[in-house]
């Protein structure tokens, strides 16, 4: 016979409240002035005692309270006390979280209490494992004591053994934090201790914690061994740090830390790093940096400041500490570049009207064996716009105003030194129609020199002022049409633009911010061949152009494009950069571009620069790239470049780029390691120089994932100068629930950065339903 009573002051039955939403991972317990008002109820096979007393359940006994429930084989309950004491079979379940033992005695209210020979399994995170005992403090505290921890999936094998485990004197589990932390641990994988732990904390979710994370261990020909124990501390939600002593046992000790900062209005970041007497290169290394981006509203405008500075001791620097360190939040400083800026800008703007205060210094790194010119320091630019939101007669227009002071070393620059003033005014009048459109637009650009030294004519200033007309057309034509069985709205958009700026002779005027633009679709229907402001292009030309699409007549995605532009040149382009010689084909080069996307699962695209008169091709670039799913994608790049006037070195290249699952070679399309043993990933990059016959840049590895672990090996080999590369083999054990144990540099973070479209196995993660577990 089932009996069933209600206990405590509500005598209506009804269910217990079910588990609330989780946040982020865990669930929240009710309030305690609802809890205090939730009836208990029990029932059983038979049920004894005194109402609102106390009552005994023996078989298949169940007690409810809120969000809490007890099954057992028998079980007491003590009403005045809230306390249950039950044996055999017994079984909780807590908001999801569900325990497993022999003996329990529980305050159950106030989930205080004990439990023998227990297992458990928590909802955020399906951690699960075993215990001798567990001691409940409270509701979001408890004690596990000889305990087992792992995220790995029990199968049905009766000799299963989970692939890691964790297994510690005492754990000790903070539900409100979602933090663990483990006494006398000792990490296994596959059965073999790995990672002996006095003391270690580890996440109940995704929360970020303060604690040690998993060290970083690697082997340098030049640097020796190297050990790496970065510290993260969480110093609010918006806030953190982290702190990365490191060992190398031929150079010696360094220290790097980072902070990070997060505002309403402003954010930001600060690094350094600095190992004293370095024992190859005796002498102390550092290096430094910080990031900040805010803004500020004010009775006269917004004002923002952006800073951007970064600092090294030495010019081996870059070579000495390439992609060096934990990898965890950027703490180490990853340094490839060169060209380090030191960058200040302050700006304010009210209306139609902005103005820019602005500081540049670069700090260049120099090899002797490739030296690099450094770009011009700007100390300082100011710059003023001016750009009204509505004039009348639907003109636009706007004026702008700069200052700049160039200042780099005179060794490496045969120029002087100057203070360059600027103003550039321009108007123009867009017709605008559904079928095409019309742009007249008049530019007037002034320009003022004055040089530290004087220039080969003698002068120490010089002045220049040049207008510049141009005339912007396109039509738009439309219509539907069939194409391999596929409906389109096919367009056919012809377009054509004409520019003039008259002749002035600037052969004498130094360069320092300006080159020649780019030749392709975006510059050809531009005023100007230089970007910057120390050239002015003399042009006479028209551009005429045609572009077709064919466009889904449902979504309006484009699935075809294909188009091609060439100038038409009046007049001679005598105005050049330095060295340079003057444009005299009346006719250009043909640019021809193409873009399928037929599917969203693949595309093409490619551009060709057609020489007519040599009947060759002086550039082509053509890309494809297939990606059918989740972690399968495929991409290829190639890349030809002739000599012309902005290429004085020829290059063919062929740049391959993946990730792809291994287990569809051997037919198993499964995409998840829950659904078979596992799965392996290949994943890459490869950068081949047909001109070279060799490889430029390779980056290769392999990836398993499986329901609990992701294990991955890299292995990387990036060139850093036309006679020196670096070669290294990275290798990460991924703990999901735990931590990452690497090897080496961080493999993760290398493959983010060189691999096209590659995404992390474990980037989509969905966290567990309230009623997952609702028993």
């Known amino acids: 016979m089932l009996c069933g009573a209600p206990l405590g002051a509500l005598a209506q039955a009804q269910e217990p409240a079910p588990p609330l939403q989780p946040s982020p991972g865990l669930t929240e317990a009710l309030p305690p002035a609802v809890r205090a008002q939730q009836p208990v109820f029990v029932r059983g096979d038979q049920l004894s005692g005194q109402p609102d007393i106390e009552a005994t359940i023996e078989g298949n006994a169940e007690l409810r309270r809120a969000d809490t429930l007890i099954h057992a084989d028998r079980m007491h309950y003590d009403v005045a006390a809230d306390r249950a004491r039950a044996s055999g079979n017994v079984r909780i379940n807590r908001a999801g979280n569900r325990y497993a033992g022999s003996l329990l005695d529980m305050e159950v209210d106030a989930f205080h209490g004990f439990f023998n020979e227990a ?119 918006n806030r953190d740090a982290t702190f990365t002593p490191m060992l190398m046992t031929r150079r010696g000790v360094s220290l790097a830390g980072e902070f990070r900062y997060l505002e309403p209005t402003y954010k930001g970041e600060l690094g350094a790093q600095y190992m004293p007497g370095d024992r190859l290169r005796h002498h102390d290394r550092w290096a430094w940096r910080g990031q900040h981006n805010g803004v500020l509203d004010t009775p006269v405008g917004g004002v923002g400041l952006a800073l951007n500075i970064r600092r090294v001791s030495d010019d081996d620097y870059w070579r000495d500490f390439t992609q060096r360190g934990s990898g965890y939040s950027g703490s180490q400083m990853q340094l490839a570049e060169r060209l380090l800026p030191g960058d200040a800008i302050l700006n304010w703007g009210r209306n139609d009207h902005s103005v820019m205060l602005r500081t540049l210094k670069w700090q260049t790194l120099q090899d002797p064996f490739a030296p690099i010119a450094p770009p011009y320091d700007r100390l300082p630019q100011l710059h003023w716009r001016y750009a009204p939101g509505q004039l009348p007669a639907g003109l636009d227009a706007s004026v702008e105003a700069d200052y700049t002071h160039f200042s780099a070393d005179r060794r490496f620059y045969a120029q002087p030194n100057a203070r360059r003033s600027y103003a550039m005014a321009q108007v123009s009048r867009p017709f605008l129609a559904p079928a095409g459109f019309v742009t007249p637009r008049l530019q007037l650009h002034a320009t003022s020199y004055e040089f530290d030294a004087p220039l080969a004519n003698g002068q120490r200033s010089a002045t220049r002022t040049l207008p510049t007309f141009s005339l912007d057309s396109g039509l738009v034509f439309e219509r539907d049409a069939h194409f391999f069985g596929r409906g389109f709205l096919q367009t056919l958009e012809p377009r054509a633009f004409y520019t003039y700026t008259p002749y002035r002779d600037q052969s004498l005027l130094p360069v320092y911010d300006t080159a020649a633009t780019d030749f392709n679709f975006a510059s ?111 991409s290829a790049a190639y890349r030809m470049q002739k000599v012309t006037d902005l290429i004085t070195e020829p290059s063919k290249q062929l740049d391959v780029g993946w990730q792809w699952p291994l287990n569809d070679l051997w037919g198993d399309r499964r995409s998840t390691p829950s659904e078979s043993a596992g799965r392996w990933y290949s994943v890459g990059r490869l950068n081949y120089s047909l001109q070279d016959r060799k490889l430029v840049d390779t980056v290769v590895g392999l990836e398993y994932e499986s329901c609990c672990w992701i294990g991955r090996v890299v292995l990387e080999r990036l060139q850093r100068s036309v006679s020196s590369s670096s070669t290294r083999v990275m290798l990460q054990l991924e703990f999901v629930g735990l931590s990452r144990l690497s090897l080496g540099a961080n493999p993760l973070a290398s493959l983010r950065q060189h691999v096209p479209r590659y995404q992390y196995l474990r980037e989509t993660v969905t966290q567990p339903s309230r009623f997952t577990q609702y028993d």
Request: net charge negative; glycine share 10%.
């Open 524 to 634: 050809i229907y531009t005023e100007n061949a230089f970007g910057g402001n120390d050239r002015l292009a003399d042009n006479n030309l028209l551009t005429l152009g045609v572009t077709t699409r064919l466009l889904d007549p449902d979504t309006g995605a484009e699935a075809a494009r294909f188009g091609l532009a060439q100038r038409l040149r009046f007049s001679d382009q005598r105005v050049t950069m330095p060295g340079g010689s003057p444009t005299s084909e009346r006719l250009s080069d043909v640019l021809l571009g193409a873009g399928i996307n037929w599917t969203p699962q693949w595309g093409v695209d490619g551009t060709v620069q057609y020489n007519p008169k040599d009947g060759r091709s002086m550039r082509t670039t053509i890309g494809a790239r297939y990606s059918p799913g989740a972690y399968r994608t495929v």
């Open 119 to 237: 297992s458990y399994r928590f909802l955020a995170n399906g951690a699960h494992g075993e215990a001798s005992r567990v001691d409940f403090i409270d509701r979001d505290h408890s004690v596990v004591h000889e305990a087992t921890y792992t995220t790995c999936e029990r199968t049905d094998e009766v000799s299963w053994q989970p692939d890691w485990v964790l297994r510690a004197r005492r754990i000790e589990l903070d539900q409100a934090e979602e933090v663990g932390r483990a006494e006398g641990a000792v990490l296994e994988f596959k059965g073999v201790p790995i990672l002996p732990v006095p003391s270690i904390t580890f996440p109940l979710s995704d929360k970020r914690k303060s604690g040690l994370l998993p060290p970083t261990v690697g082997l340098d020909t030049v640097s020796g061994v190297e050990y790496a124990q970065p510290y993260y501390w969480n110093i609010a939600p």
